[in-house]
């Protein structure tokens, strides 16, 4: 899986739209974009993936450059229940081995204040 | 209905001892895993099964074992346990080859050894 880097932390108002940056410079054609978060003391949580589009469900929105080498995911409207840490992930789509896990990195902790 | 548990939510154990984790998953998906989550908060594979079939065994001590008795069952053992054992553990499921290959993780057990 290509490698990707993610700030540290970001803080965001409550009610404000969080953008949440992830580069994967080495992404390859067939590497999908994932994000995830995990909120204090409880596993994982999938919010959204996409290939090249930009992507919208009831979570949030992800918004790929066209050259792939970064994405965007917005938390539209902010609350108190998105601080979490945020997981930008790049894997492909084969179920064969070790395409299947996800290898996370030390992500981003946002905090949204009110 | 919780759709990936995890028994018990917490182990606190003494060095030397023997204690396995279970995992159910509810979803018919044909894929689990395990995590390693350390004190540092990185979360690192561990295992996976698909089928009742190992399929990706990371470096981790033989002292692990997982066992898969059926597609919706997958525990892991943990023989003479040390100190550094102690970290969270996930289970999680997916459904690969169909869809979107997310990932359900469970809620985690928090393992202690004193």
């Known amino acids: 899986d290509a490698k990707t880097t993610q700030p540290p932390s970001m803080d965001c108002a409550e009610g404000r739209a969080a953008n949440l940056p992830c580069n994967h410079s080495t992404i390859s054609g067939n590497e999908y974009v994932y994000w995830y978060r995990q909120i204090h003391s409880q596993g994982p949580q999938y919010i959204i993936h996409g290939l090249k589009n930009n992507e919208t469900n009831e979570m949030a929105s992800l918004i790929i450059t066209e050259d792939r080498k970064s994405s965007t995911l917005i938390l539209p409207h902010a609350t108190l229940r998105d601080t979490a840490v945020y997981y930008c992930i790049v894997r492909v789509h084969i179920s064969s081995g070790s395409a299947r896990q996800l290898t996370f990195g030390s992500g981003t902790q946002l905090t949204v204040l009110p | 209905d919780t759709a990936v548990s995890q028994t018990p939510k917490y182990l606190v154990t003494q060095m030397g001892n023997d204690k396995s984790i279970k995992c159910e998953q509810n979803?018919?998906?044909?894929?689990m895993y395990w995590y390693k989550q350390d004190s540092k908060k990185f979360l690192k594979i561990m295992f996976s099964?698909?089928?009742?079939?190992?399929?990706i065994n990371e470096t981790v001590p033989n002292r692990f074992s997982p066992k898969s008795p059926d597609k919706a069952h997958l525990n892991l053992h943990i023989n003479s346990l040390e100190l550094g054992d102690s970290a969270v553990y996930f289970c999680?499921?997916?459904?690969?080859?169909?869809?979107?290959?997310?990932?359900?993780f469970g809620p985690g057990t928090r393992l202690t050894v004193t």
């Open positions: 979803l018919g998906h044909d894929t």
């Open positions: 999680a499921s997916s459904q690969e080859g169909v869809g979107s290959y997310e990932q359900y």
């Open positions: 099964y698909n089928n009742k079939e190992l399929i």
